[in-house]
């Protein structure tokens, strides 16, 4: 199934908006990362608490690593 995923987010040209649970697949998250390099609009709406809250600042560590690929996250 990544494999499908993966090339949706390729063939993004003006903008990738998506709705999930989690992301946290290591090769969706680079895709997601590339195309935010390609000046593509990405806009991520994910869980706030999929599995519990890790961290001391309240952030679960995949939504910290899903921010992290420059994408406009929110939850």
Do not use: C, Q, W
Request: positive net charge; proline residues 3%; charged residues 30%.
């Amino acid at each position: 199934m990544s494999h499908t995923i993966m090339k949706f987010i390729r063939n993004s040209n003006k903008f990738l908006y998506i709705n999930s649970y989690l992301i946290d697949d290591p090769k969706i998250l680079e895709g997601i990362s590339g195309a935010v390099k390609r000046k593509i609009d990405v806009k991520i709406i994910v869980g706030g608490r999929p599995y519990g809250i890790n961290g001391d600042n309240g952030i679960h560590d995949e939504i910290k690593t899903l921010k992290d690929t420059g994408a406009e996250v929110k939850m």
